[in-house]
């Protein structure tokens, strides 16, 4: 069975803080992991890939991925109110291009 | 880039009703993916098309639903007869080769009644 699991939250933060997103999957032989931002009442958003250990770092966003443990990871430095969303988290179970799986997603909200 | 267009944005329709949804990937993607999004059970893959050939529909919930692609440029997601529990947001969304990024349409918000 193929799965992915997130926190449904909701995540609170204050602005400017640090919001950390989790993310375990179920198969080891995976190979590419992908964060997608959801707004409310909008289609989910491609912000992240990542497919070798270690972070990768975009602007204020960090993918950390430990394929040992089967856990990703989201940092968002510097949260901003405009960071309020639903993240998703994606999983290709195989090499060839087949279809991402999602997490449930954690609802993040960031207070000003 | 025109980017996933989903027709139509929503869509009422009475329980029994046939319901088609439709969807036009991105163009030179070559991989196309239907995904049905609720509260309750979040995003699910119901079928993905690789070079215009079902690849995978285990995740189509039964019978009423089916879903084809006769060309690179267009696929449709079919319900009938439509059900209540069918309402949900039906989003299409296509990559290209082997990269497994995938784009979204804006979805077809579903509600049968």
């Known amino acids: 069975q193929k799965e992915v699991e997130q926190n449904s939250g909701p995540l609170s933060v204050p602005e400017g803080a640090i919001a950390s997103l989790n993310c375990t999957y179920s198969?080891?032989?995976?190979?590419?992991f992908f964060w997608y931002r959801q707004y409310s009442g909008k289609s989910p958003e491609l912000i992240m890939s990542i497919y070798s250990n270690g972070d990768k770092e975009d602007g204020r966003f960090t993918a950390q991925l430990n394929k040992a443990s089967q856990y990703v990871s989201l940092l968002i430095r510097d949260s901003q109110p405009s960071d309020s969303a639903t993240y998703l988290c994606a999983v290709n179970f195989n090499q060839a291009g087949t279809a991402l799986i999602f997490g449930k997603g954690t609802t993040l909200s960031v207070s000003s | 880039d025109a980017g996933v267009i989903q027709s139509p944005r929503h869509e009422v329709t009475e329980m029994g009703q046939e319901v088609t949804l439709r969807c036009k990937p991105i163009?030179?993607?070559?991989?196309l993916f239907w995904y049905r999004q609720t509260m309750m059970r979040g995003l699910e893959l119901l079928i993905y098309?690789?070079?215009?050939?079902?690849?995978?529909d285990s995740g189509m919930p039964e019978d009423r639903f089916s879903a084809k692609m006769p060309n690179a440029s267009f696929s449709t997601l079919k319900i009938q007869p439509s059900e209540p529990r069918d309402s949900a947001v039906y989003f299409c969304?296509?990559?290209?080769?082997?990269?497994?990024?995938?784009?979204f349409g804006q979805g077809t918000r579903l509600t049968v009644v």
């Open positions: 198969d080891r032989g995976s190979q590419s």
């Open positions: 163009s030179g993607h070559n991989s």
């Open positions: 098309f690789n070079n215009n050939v079902p690849i995978d």
């Open positions: 969304a296509s990559s290209f080769g082997t990269s497994t990024e995938a784009f």
